[in-house]
């Protein structure tokens, strides 16, 4: 978990090599597509998804509707996507559409946006 939040930060440039330039043999980032999101309630959401070339890591960056920027990294899923520091928020995506799971102060997983369908 925290692993994964560290190569994110690294890769979105929040950190830098304690060698001070990235090594020709080190995994190169690909910047994949910027998708938008159109959820049941009339919210709006942007996802852009990322991986290494060397597909080591994929990860997500969100804008929610509020404005926040979440990055979480893909995790293991039987269907479609899953993308969670499996800490506060989850974002799944099959096909063209996504849900977002946020937990509740008991610590359930509660879906906060919902049928969320990509408009581009």
Do not use: N
Not at 5 to 24: E, Y
Not at 74 to 88: H, L, V, Y
Not at 101 to 115: M, N, P, S
């Amino acid at each position: 978990m925290l692993l994964s939040w560290f190569a994110a930060a690294v890769l979105l440039g929040g950190l830098s090599s304690p060698h001070g330039s990235v090594r020709a043999d080190e995994p190169k980032l690909q910047t994949g597509s910027r998708v938008r999101y159109l959820c049941s309630g009339g919210e709006r959401l942007e996802a852009t998804y990322y991986q290494l070339r060397d597909r080591s890591l994929a990860f997500v960056r969100l804008r929610l509707p509020e404005g926040r920027e979440l990055t979480l990294p893909q995790i293991a899923s039987a269907s479609g996507a899953r993308f969670s520091a499996e800490q506060d928020f989850t974002w799944w995506i099959k096909g063209t559409s996504g849900f977002l799971q946020r937990r509740d102060a008991q610590g359930e997983w509660q879906v906060t946006l919902k049928d969320c369908d990509s408009t581009t």
